[in-house]
C-alpha cells in the first residue's frame, strides 16, 4: 500500500525511473569532478555539507522526491542512491583522513625535540666503598648465622690486651703504637676486642662477626692511615677445628669473590690464637697467575687467624677443655684497595667527592 | 731476615730447589717474601714473626729446613785451640745488674793481626746486605748471622784496669758510641763499664774508644745474654737500632752464648792469628733456675685431633718435635707424650704450642675443610636497618657518604659543637698536635672534607657521615654516641640545564631531613628557629623534634665561621642524635580507606607581613577546625619592588573534601571565607 502521493500511469513511471537514474548517474560524474579539486579541510567538510548536510545536501533533498514512485521504483531508486550516498560519504571520510594524518604528521614534526640532550636527573649520591664492602661482609655472615656485634671505640687495658693475652711488655702496647687516652684507656688497636665482651656477655654457642673501626698510631702514607677498619669474626662451640675455621673462610670467600677463589692457610703468630694462621686467596685480579696486585704471587693476604687461645677463652670464663673456636680478622682498607686498585688509601678518609662518587 | 741458600746447606744437607724451599718455609710459617740471586747463589727474604728469634740466623731456618724434609741438622765444625794464658789471669767479669744481663761470657784472644777479610767471608757478609769493616769485626758479624748470637770485640788495652763490669748506668751518665754519637743514659740502662766508665751500651751498641782499631793486638770477646724488655725500652729510648738490639729484644738463647763464643773464638784464632786464651769467663749466676723453669709439657694426640682436625701417629710427632729441639721426656700409653722446650724456643708454654708445632710441620695444607654445624639465623646490629635505610634516602636525595677520622683539632671541633671543655677527651699521644682530641661533633670533620673539596675546585658538594663522637664520663668508660651529620653547598641540581644557576638553600637540607626522617618510619620532625646556636646562623637556624623531643640542629653556617674556613659561598649543615633516632618509637603504618568523594581545590594568595611564619598561618588555619579542610600546600611565595616594604605574598593552595558526601559550593565557600577573615583579622593581611 502506497502511503503518499497520487496513482501514474505505468508508461510515465517507467520513464521517471530512467529519469532518476540518469539522474543518479549525472550526480556521481559531478561528485567525482567536485571531489578532485578539493585541496583542504574547509573545502572537504563543505563538500560534504553540501552533498550530504542533514539539512541542505543534494543528496538529502533527493531522497525527498522518492515519494512520487511506486513503492517497486520506490526501492529501486532509493537503493540507487543509497549506495551514491555511502559512495559519497566514504569519498569525504578518506579525504577527511588524509587530512588529519597530514595534520598529525605536521604536529609530530612540530613537537620534535632532541632526545641527545642530558637527562635532567636527580644526582644521587654514593656510599662510602668501606660501607659497601662492610654490607656485603655482613649480609654474607649474618646468612651464616652470626651476629653482628659492635664494641667501644675507646677500650681499657684489660679488653685491649690482656683479655687477647698479649704480654704486658708486647710492642703493640707501647705508645709508639697505640693511641692512649689514659693510663688504661686507648683507642682499640683492634676489633678482637668485641670478642672478649661478646664471650662475657653470652655462653657458647657463639658465633659473632664484629666490623669497626680501630686506631693504630701510623703516620698516613700511601699504605697506612691512624685509622681504618677491621672485621673480626670468632666462632666458638663444642668441637670446633681449624678444619671449620678453614672452611667457613672458603666459604666466605667464595661468596665475596667467586667460587673459582682459592684459600691457603700458612702458620703464623697472633697472641690471641694457637694455633695460629694468616689467610691467603688465591688473587681475584689473575685467578692466582700472578700480578701487580699480588706482586707476582698469586696469593693476596687476608688477615690472621687461628684457634683461640685458652687463655683468652679462660680470661672471658669459657673452659677450653670443653669448647674451642676459631678467630679472623681482616682489613678492610686493604682489602678495598685491593678491589678497587687504589694506589694511595689516603683517599679513603679525605672525603674528595671526585672519589667517593667512584663507587656504588 | 736475609738467609742465603748455600749457606743453610752447609748446615742441612737438603736437595730442594730454591723454588721448593721458599714455599716448604712459607707453609710452616717462616713467610719467603722474595727471593733474590746473587752470584752463584739465592737471597731469601724471609717474614719472620715476633715469636721465632730462633730463625733470625742460618742455623735457625735450618733447623726448620731439617724438622721438614728429614735430613739431620749439621752443626758448626768448632775447630778451637785455647793456647794463651788463663783468662782469669788477664781479666775479670762482674754483673750487679742480673735481672738486665743474667750471663755475661768473656775470653782473649792475643796478639791478633787486624786487617781485611778474606774474600769469602767478605762476599758472605755483602750478600746479606753487610759491609766489611775488618777481619775480627766480620767474624762476630758472621756468627751472629750464623748462629743468632750477637757478639762484641773490645781492644782489651782500651779497658780500663782490663775488666768488665755489667751494671745499670748512673743517672745522667754519658756514653759516646760507635756512631760518634754522645748519648745520656738512666738507671734503666744496661752498661757495660770497665774499672771507670762504661764502654758499651750492652747488647745494643759498642762505645767510641773502646773498640777494635787497626793496632788493636789483644781482642776481649764479649757473648752474653741480655734480657729482651730492658733492650727494647733502651733502644726505644734513645732511639737506637742494631742488628744485636733486634735479636735480643726479640730474645735470644743464654744457652748458645759459650758456643757461639767458642765458634768467633776460633775463626778469629784461625783467620786473624792470635792465641785464644784458655778458659772461658762464664758468669750465669740464676743458670739452674732459668734451667728448671722450663717444665715439660704434655701432648695429647686426641686434643690435637680435636683442635685440628688431622691425625698424627705419636712416632711422627715425635720425630716433629726433636728435630725442632725438644727433648722428649716421657710417653704414656700410646697417646701422650711430654716434651721440654728448647732454650731458644721461647714461644712455647703449653699444649697448644706443641699442637702448632707439630701441625705446622704436618701440614696446614692436609687440613680438610669442614663447615661447622647450622646455628640458626643470624643477626644483624640493633638499628642496622636504620642505618642502612638512612644511608640510602641520603645518597638517593643526593648526598655522598663520608668518613673521617675520630680524632680532630680541638678549637675546629669547639667552634662546631656545644661540649664544654671539660667534657672533651685528650689523645696523650697524637701523631699531630692538629688531631689531638676525640670529636664530640662530625661537622669539624665535614667542614674540613668541604674545605679539601674547594681546594680541589668541587663547589658541588653534599656530604653525610654516621659515626661516633665522644665525650667523658663519669662511668668506667668515655660516653660514644652515635651521630649523623649533612654538608651541602653549590648547585641544587648540576644536571639540571634548565636551572643550572638554581643554588641549594636550607630548604634543600630539610627536604633532605625529612625524607630520612619519613624513611624511618617516625613521625614528621618539627623545626623551631633558633638564635642560640654559635655557629649557625641566627636568622637561619633551627632545632629540630621528633615527638617533641630534641634530636638536632640545623642551618646555614654562620659568616664568622664561614670566614674562618673561607668559604665563599654559603654552607648549610645539620648535625642528629642519630642513636636517639634509630631507638625512637616508630610509626606503625595503618590503613587509611580511600576518599569517595571529590576534592576541591581552592588557591588563595596573600599579602603579608614577611616577619609570619609558615607555621603560625599553618596553626591560626587549623585553629578554626575546619573539618573539611583537607591540607594546606605553600606554591609560591613573591618578594618584589612593587610590594609594600616588609610584605610578601604567600599563595596557598587549600584541599576540600568531605568523608561522607559531596561538599556544595555554598559549603566549600563558607569555609574558605572563615579561613580568610581568620587570615586577614589576625596578621592583617590582605588578599591579592
Ligand atoms: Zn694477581
Known amino acids: 500500500m502506497p502511503t503518499q502521493g497520487s496513482r501514474i500511469y505505468p508508461e510515465v513511471l517507467g520513464q521517471l525511473l530512467e529519469m532518476m537514474n540518469e539522474r543518479l548517474k549525472q550526480l556521481r560524474e559531478d561528485f567525482d569532478r567536485e571531489i578532485g579539486l578539493v585541496t583542504t579541510e574547509t573545502e572537504a567538510t563543505e563538500l560534504r555539507d553540501r552533498w550530504v548536510g542533514r539539512k541542505s545536501g543534494l543528496l538529502t533533498a533527493e531522497m525527498k522526491t522518492l515519494g512520487k514512485l511506486t513503492p517497486e521504483d520506490r526501492r529501486l531508486a532509493g537503493q540507487g542512491l543509497n549506495d551514491l550516498k555511502t559512495y559519497v560519504e566514504a569519498g569525504i571520510e578518506r579525504l577527511q583522513l588524509g587530512f588529519a594524518a597530514g595534520r598529525e604528521a605536521e604536529q609530530l614534526v612540530r613537537e620534535r625535540?632532541?632526545?641527545?640532550?642530558?637527562?635532567?636527573?636527580?644526582?644521587?649520591?654514593?656510599?662510602?666503598?668501606?660501607?659497601?664492602?662492610?654490607?656485603?661482609?655482613?649480609?654474607?655472615?649474618?646468612?651464616?648465622?652470626?651476629?653482628?656485634?659492635?664494641?667501644?671505640?675507646?677500650?681499657?687495658?684489660?679488653?685491649?690486651?690482656?683479655?687477647?693475652?698479649?704480654?704486658?711488655?708486647?710492642?703493640?702496647?707501647?705508645?709508639?703504637?697505640?693511641?692512649?687516652?689514659?693510663?688504661?684507656?686507648?683507642?682499640?688497636?683492634?676489633?678482637?676486642?668485641?670478642?672478649?665482651?661478646?664471650?662475657?656477655?653470652?655462653?657458647?654457642?657463639?658465633?659473632?662477626?664484629?666490623?669497626?673501626?680501630?686506631?693504630?698510631?701510623?703516620?698516613?702514607d700511601a699504605t697506612h692511615n691512624p685509622m681504618f677498619y677491621q672485621v673480626e669474626g670468632l666462632l666458638v662451640d663444642r668441637g670446633i677445628t681449624l678444619g671449620d675455621l678453614k672452611g667457613t673462610i672458603q666459604e666466605f670467600v667464595h661468596r665475596m669473590f667467586g667460587p673459582e677463589t682459592q684459600t691457603r692457610f700458612r702458620p703464623s703468630y697472633f697472641p690471641f690464637v694457637e694455633p695460629g694462621a694468616e689467610i691467603d686467596y688465591s688473587c681475584f685480579k689473575c685467578n692466582g697467575t700472578g700480578c701487580r696486585v699480588c706482586k707476582g704471587s698469586g696469593w693476596i693476604e687476608m688477615g690472621g687467624s687461628g684457634m683461640v687461645h685458652p687463655n683468652v677463652l679462660r680470661t672471658a670464663g669459657i673452659d677450653p677443655e670443653v669448647f674451642s673456636g676459631f678467630a679472623f680478622g681482616l682489613g678492610l682498607d686493604r682489602l678495598c684497595a685491593l678491589m678497587y686498585g687504589l694506589d694511595d688509601i689516603r683517599l679513603l678518609y679525605e672525603n674528595d667527592v671526585r672519589f667517593l662518587e667512584q663507587f656504588t | 731476615m736475609k738467609i742465603s741458600y748455600n749457606w743453610l746447606k752447609e748446615f742441612?744437607?737438603?736437595?730442594?730447589?730454591?723454588?721448593?724451599?721458599?714455599?716448604?718455609?712459607?707453609?710452616?710459617?717462616?713467610?719467603?717474601?722474595?727471593?733474590?740471586?746473587?752470584?752463584?747463589?739465592?737471597?731469601?727474604?724471609?717474614?719472620?714473626?715476633?715469636?721465632?728469634?730462633?730463625?733470625?740466623?742460618?742455623?735457625?731456618?735450618?733447623?726448620?729446613?731439617?724438622?721438614?724434609?728429614?735430613?739431620?741438622?749439621?752443626?758448626?765444625?768448632?775447630?778451637?785451640?785455647?793456647?794463651?794464658?788463663?783468662?782469669?789471669?788477664?781479666?775479670?767479669?762482674?754483673?750487679?745488674?742480673?735481672?738486665?744481663?743474667?750471663?755475661?761470657?768473656?775470653?782473649?784472644?792475643?796478639?791478633?793481626?787486624?786487617?781485611?777479610s778474606p774474600a769469602w767471608l767478605v762476599a758472605r757478609l755483602e750478600s746479606m746486605g753487610q759491609r766489611s769493616v775488618n777481619n775480627v769485626a766480620d767474624i762476630t758479624n758472621y756468627v751472629m748471622l750464623e748462629m743468632g748470637q750477637?757478639?762484641?770485640?773490645?781492644?782489651?788495652?782500651?779497658?780500663?784496669?782490663?775488666?768488665?763490669?755489667?751494671?745499670?748506668?748512673?743517672?745522667?751518665?754519658?756514653?759516646?758510641?760507635?756512631?760518634?754519637?754522645?748519648?745520656?743514659?738512666?738507671?734503666?740502662?744496661?752498661?757495660?763499664?770497665?774499672?771507670?766508665r762504661p764502654v758499651a751500651l750492652g747488647g745494643i751498641k759498642g762505645g767510641e774508644d773502646?773498640?777494635?782499631?787497626?793496632?788493636?793486638?789483644?781482642?776481649?770477646?764479649?757473648?752474653?745474654?741480655?734480657?729482651?724488655?730492658?733492650?727494647?725500652?733502651?733502644?726505644?729510648?734513645?732511639?737506637?737500632s742494631t742488628e744485636a738490639s733486634y735479636r735480643f729484644e726479640r730474645g735470644t738463647d743464654p744457652e748458645l752464648v759459650s758456643l757461639a763464643s767458642d765458634r768467633a773464638a776460633a775463626l778469629i784464632a784461625g783467620i786473624a792469628g792470635g792465641e785464644v786464651s784458655k778458659c772461658l769467663v762464664d758468669v750465669y749466676p740464676h743458670r739452674k733456675q732459668l734451667r728448671d723453669a722450663r717444665k715439660p709439657i704434655n701432648f695429647r694426640r686426641a686434643r690435637y685431633t680435636e683442635l685440628t682436625g688431622l691425625e698424627v701417629a705419636l712416632p711422627e710427632a715425635e720425630r716433629i718435635l726433636r728435630a725442632l729441639g725438644f727433648e722428649i721426656e716421657a710417653e704414656v700409653a700410646g697417646d701422650l707424650l711430654s716434651a721440654k722446650a728448647p732454650t731458644w724456643r721461647?714461644?712455647?708454654?703449653?699444649?697448644?704450642?706443641?699442637?702448632?708445632?707439630?701441625?705446622?710441620?704436618?701440614?696446614?695444607?692436609?687440613?680438610?675443610?669442614?663447615?661447622?654445624?647450622?646455628?640458626?639465623?643470624?643477626?644483624?646490629?640493633?638499628?642496622?636497618?636504620?642505618?642502612?635505610?638512612?644511608?640510602?634516602?641520603?645518597?638517593?636525595?643526593g648526598y655522598n657518604e663520608a668518613i673521617s677520622f675520630s680524632f680532630v683539632n680541638v678549637e675546629t671541633d669547639a667552634a662546631l659543637s656545644d661540649a664544654e671543655d671539660e667534657d672533651r677527651l685528650l689523645l696523650f699521644n697524637p701523631i699531630d698536635e692538629t688531631q689531638s682530641h676525640m670529636r664530640t661533633t662530625l661537622l669539624g670533620g665535614l667542614l674540613q672534607a668541604l674545605e679539601r673539596n674547594f681546594n680541589h675546585g668541587n663547589r658541588n658538594v653534599r656530604l653525610f657521615e654516621i659515626g661516633k663522637c665522644f665525650r667523658k664520663s663519669d662511668g668506667e668508660r668515655p660516653l660514644e654516641l652515635e651521630r649523623l651529620a649533612l654538608v651541602a653547598t653549590g648547585a641544587r641540581n648540576e644536571s639540571d640545564w634548565l636551572a643550572a644557576n638554581a643554588r641549594l638553600d636550607f630548604y634543600d637540607v630539610k627536604g633532605a631531613i625529612d625524607a630520612l626522617i619519613?624513611?624511618?618510619?617516625?613521625?614528621?620532625?618539627?623545626?623551631?628557629?633558633?638564635?642560640?646556636?654559635?655557629?649557625?646562623?641566627?636568622?637561619?637556624?633551627?632545632?629540630?623534634?621528633?615527638?617533641?623531643?630534641?634530636?638536632?640542629?640545623?642551618?646555614q653556617v654562620h659568616p664568622r665561621i664561614a670566614t674562618q674556613y673561607k668559604f665563599k659561598q654559603p654552607v648549610f649543615i645539620a648535625e642528629l642524635d642519630f642513636g636517639d633516632i634509630l631507638t625512637a618509637q616508630k610509626i606503625e603504618p595503618r590503613y587509611q580507606p580511600l576518599p569517595k568523594f571529590p576534592t576541591v581545590v581552592r588557591d588563595l594568595a596573600l599579602l603579608i607581613d614577611t616577619?609570619?611564619?609558615?607555621?603560625?598561618?599553618?596553626?591560626?588555619?587549623?585553629?578554626?577546625?575546619?573539618?573539611?579542610?583537607?591540607n594546606v600546600m605553600l606554591f609560591d611565595i613573591y618578594t618584589g619592588k612593587e610590594l609594600p616594604d616588609g610584605k610578601h605574598s604567600i599563595a596557598l593552595s587549600l584541599r576540600y573534601r568531605s568523608l561522607d558526601r559531596t561538599l556544595t559550593d555554598e559549603e566549600i565557600n563558607a569555609a574558605h571565607g572563615r579561613i580568610v577573615k581568620r587570615l586577614i583579622e589576625t596578621f592583617g593581611a590582605e588578599l591579592r
Open chain 1, 113 to 220: 625535540i632532541d632526545v641527545t640532550l642530558p637527562g635532567r636527573r636527580i644526582a644521587t649520591g654514593h656510599l662510602h666503598p668501606i660501607t659497601l664492602l662492610r654490607e656485603k661482609i655482613e649480609d654474607i655472615f649474618v646468612s651464616m648465622g652470626y651476629t653482628i656485634e659492635d664494641g667501644p671505640e675507646i677500650e681499657t687495658d684489660f679488653y685491649n690486651f690482656d683479655a687477647l693475652n698479649i704480654p704486658s711488655n708486647h710492642p703493640a702496647r707501647s705508645w709508639q703504637d697505640t693511641f692512649y687516652l689514659g693510663d688504661h684507656l686507648a683507642l682499640r688497636s683492634q676489633t678482637s676486642t668485641v670478642q672478649i665482651h661478646a664471650m662475657q656477655r653470652r655462653q657458647p654457642p657463639l658465633r659473632v662477626l664484629a666490623p669497626g673501626r680501630v686506631f693504630r698510631r701510623d703516620t698516613p
Open chain 2, 12 to 116: 742441612v744437607d737438603h736437595n730442594l730447589p730454591v723454588r721448593e724451599l721458599a714455599a716448604e718455609l712459607t707453609m710452616v710459617g717462616l713467610a719467603v717474601d722474595a727471593v733474590e740471586m746473587v752470584g752463584n747463589d739465592y737471597i731469601l727474604e724471609i717474614d719472620l714473626t715476633s715469636n721465632r728469634p730462633d730463625c733470625l740466623s742460618h742455623l735457625g731456618v735450618a733447623r726448620e729446613v731439617s724438622a721438614i724434609t728429614g735430613c739431620s741438622l749439621k752443626m758448626p765444625v768448632i775447630d778451637l785451640k785455647e793456647k794463651g794464658m788463663p783468662t782469669t789471669d788477664i781479666t775479670s767479669v762482674e754483673i750487679t745488674a742480673p735481672e738486665f744481663c743474667p750471663r755475661y761470657t768473656a775470653r782473649v784472644i792475643k796478639g791478633v793481626r787486624i786487617g781485611p
Open chain 2, 150 to 196: 750477637p757478639l762484641h770485640a773490645f781492644d782489651l788495652h782500651h779497658l780500663k784496669g782490663e775488666r768488665i763490669v755489667v751494671r745499670r748506668a748512673s743517672p745522667g751518665e754519658r756514653i759516646t758510641t760507635l756512631d760518634g754519637e754522645e748519648r745520656e743514659l738512666t738507671e734503666a740502662m744496661l752498661v757495660i763499664a770497665d774499672a771507670e
Open chain 2, 210 to 240: 773502646s773498640g777494635i782499631t787497626g793496632s788493636t793486638v789483644d781482642v776481649l770477646l764479649e757473648a752474653a745474654y741480655f734480657t729482651p724488655l730492658q733492650i727494647r725500652q733502651t733502644s726505644k729510648a734513645l732511639a737506637l
Open chain 2, 346 to 397: 721461647i714461644d712455647i708454654s703449653i699444649e697448644e704450642d706443641l699442637i702448632e708445632e707439630v701441625a705446622r710441620i704436618a701440614g696446614y695444607e692436609h687440613v680438610a675443610t669442614t663447615l661447622p654445624g647450622s646455628a640458626g639465623a643470624g643477626n644483624y646490629l640493633d638499628g642496622e636497618s636504620g642505618r642502612r635505610a638512612a644511608r640510602r634516602t641520603l645518597a638517593a636525595v
Open chain 2, 518 to 555: 619519613d624513611n624511618l618510619n617516625l613521625p614528621a620532625a618539627n623545626y623551631a628557629a633558633t638564635e642560640k646556636s654559635g655557629y649557625l646562623h641566627p636568622g637561619r637556624a633551627a632545632v629540630i623534634s621528633i615527638g617533641g623531643r630534641d634530636v638536632g640542629l640545623i642551618g
Open chain 2, 611 to 630: 616577619g609570619v611564619t609558615f607555621a603560625a598561618i599553618e596553626s591560626e588555619i587549623a585553629a578554626l577546625s575546619i573539618a573539611e579542610l583537607v
